[in-house]
């Protein structure tokens, strides 16, 4: 039985500890949040469960294996370096860190003293996100092509990152998780508005053998929109993850050249066939997600989502800011 603290109880934390009271080989032992009314809100939908507002509590208790990092970004590093120096594993949230040098000191922190690190890359987890890794891995979609996601909503405004930190880790984390390729160049605009941050984001990534990724990413939106293609050689496919039916519809569509002597006698021909929806599993992402994270602490694996997944997506979001900032330059990786 894993023990866990977690520390954040704001927007995210609530998700995890009501996740992790139904698991059964982990279990929440105490919750901390340096807020009085998360820690009455922790009271009045779980009122057994120990409470603090004093972060070492968690972190030092004996009674504690593992902590769930569910605060803002900033915070993440410092949390997780005290939750490792005593010893627990890390359950942290996306973005892992803020730099890339943070990243990799926690990383080579938690090699030493052999403990898991695992970064909350949910969508990995969900039911849709599964399905799609297993159509790439089996070969049915053939070599990707393109990644193509448009994010965007009205807010929820973020005061200590900006849209790329908040929104792009998502993307980012199921690129390198279906890719599986190192990105080679980063190209990205984005524009502040209101206060101080981008809010609005535009980033392509180039990855080698011609696949190329588009996010774009948005605070301003009137509507919700969460719809993702993924183009390959063989299918292609669209996510739209906010449809309760059918969130993956799989064409059966491509294009063919056949190069003739010069470049006006190539045939084009295009094939369109059959669409159709593969089931989705249902179960919530961070259930899977969190029960995974057991299975690598009992069972010593090390998770796909580790700490090294995490300084991939903090290598990108350093790259897109650079980017930004230079107006779009390209950046290489
Ligand atoms: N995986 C996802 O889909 C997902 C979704 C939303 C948020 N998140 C991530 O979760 C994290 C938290 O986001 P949020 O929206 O819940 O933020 P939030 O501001 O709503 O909540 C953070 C909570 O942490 C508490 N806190 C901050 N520093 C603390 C400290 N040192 N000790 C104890 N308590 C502390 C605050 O009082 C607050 O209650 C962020 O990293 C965010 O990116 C992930």
Known sequence: ???????????????????????????????????????????KTYPSLATTSDPCEVLRSPQIDAVAVITPVWTHYELTKAALEN???????????????????????????????MVDHTFLFTGAVRKIHELVESGDLGDLYYY?????????????????????????SIMDH???????????????????????????????????????????????IRTTLIGGQKKMLV???????????????????KSGEGIRDALVSYRTGDMWAPQIEQTEALRVELNYFAECIL???????????????????????????KRGELVRL
């Not at 500890?17 to 820690?39: F, H, T, Y």
């Not at 949230?93 to 003293?113: G, N, Y």
């Not at 996601?149 to 980012?172: I, T, Y």
């Open 1 to 43: 039985m894993i023990r866990v603290g977690v520390i954040g109880y704001g927007y995210w934390g609530p998700n995890i500890v009501r996740n992790l009271q139904g698991l059964d080989d982990i279990r929440v032992e105490m919750v901390c949040d340096k807020s009085p009314s998360a820690l009455a809100r922790v009271r």
């Open 148 to 172: 193509d996601s448009l994010r965007v909503n009205l807010g929820l405004f973020q005061h200590d990152v900006s849209v790329v930190w908040d929104l792009a880790p998502h993307d980012l």
């Open 87 to 117: 010893g627990k594993h890390v359950f942290v949230e996306k973005p892992f860190t803020s730099s890339a040098a943070q990243a990799e000191e926690l990383i080579e922190l938690a090699e030493r003293k052999k403990l898991t690190i």
């Open 178 to 224: 279906l890719i599986k390729k190192e990105p080679e160049a980063i190209v990205a605009t984005g524009e502040r508005h209101l206060n101080g941050v981008e809010d609005v984001a535009f980033m392509t990534v180039y990855f080698p053998q011609n696949m190329i990724a588009h996010i774009n990413v948005n605070w301003l939106s009137p509507v919700k």
């Open 299 to 325: 069972k010593g694996k090390k998770p796909f989502n580790d700490g090294h997944a995490g300084l991939r997506v903090v290598h990108m979001l350093e790259a897109v800011d650079r980017s930004i900032q």
């Open 239 to 257: 996510w739209n993850d906010l449809v309760a039916d059918e969130k993956v519809r799989v064409y059966d569509k491509g294009v063919h050249i």
